[in-house]
């Protein structure tokens, strides 16, 4: 009865995780970041990023439709050219500003073996 109890409650925390864990990993992708961050400045048509971060219009594409499912960017048609800008500029400066404040606050990635490849 223990045992499918607490298979219960893993369940309902990875249900409830799993939206947040999707959202970090689209932030996870410096391309994306990248991305987001110029989208800061203004609406961008594909051509414009593409340009900007020197990728394969494909590979901008790729990653744009990522956080367009994630619902941090909108895209509107003009003429031929599709049109981003960030969803909810406000949160999502919320967002980025915070995790800034963990890297300025002395928490770094660096340092996290996981994430390095490192061994503790």
Known sequence: MVDNENDARSADDA????????????????????MLRHLFTGEHSVRE?????????????????CLRDCGLVT???????????????GRLATLVGAAEDLLHGGSSPDSCAHLTGGER
């Open 15 to 34: 249900a409830l995780t799993a939206p947040t864990a999707a959202l970090f990993r689209a932030l996870g992708e410096p391309a994306r970041l990248t």
């Open 49 to 65: 990023l593409t340009d900007h971060l020197g990728l394969a219009q494909s590979t901008v594409s790729v990653h744009l439709a």
């Open 75 to 89: 895209v509107r048609q003009r003429g031929r050219s599709s049109i981003y800008a960030i969803a909810d500029p």
